[in-house]
């Protein structure tokens, strides 16, 4: 996994903002991910942009207590508009 945080300063009197990312390499197969860092737009399209097609993310649905599945197709998920907020867990079957 790649890593890579930076600090940047805008004036020096200002705030300092903290800017980062990571890279997850997924094996064939299952995987646990969670999203560790807040991107503005936290769907699962944008986070999962380079998948190849197929891939099932399937995220824990607390009100009806059942797992909800997200497939990625040659149009784009199945719930384009899933998220996965920062702390949040998912399954990803590549």
């Not at 097609?53 to 784009?76: A, F, H």
């Not at 998920?77 to 079957?93: F, K, N, R, Y």
């Amino acid at each position: 996994m790649d890593a890579r945080f930076y600090r940047a300063l805008a004036t020096s009197n200002g705030p300092v903002n903290s800017i980062g990312f990571y890279r997850r390499h997924l094996p064939a197969g299952r995987s646990l991910v969670a999203n560790q860092l807040d991107h503005g737009d936290n769907r699962v399209a944008r986070l999962f942009a380079d998948l190849p097609i197929g891939t099932v993310l399937s995220k824990w649905d607390v009100s009806t207590q059942s797992p909800v599945e997200n497939v990625l197709l040659p149009g784009g998920w199945t719930l384009p508009d899933m998220t996965l907020h920062p702390g949040e867990g998912a399954v990803i079957q590549t």
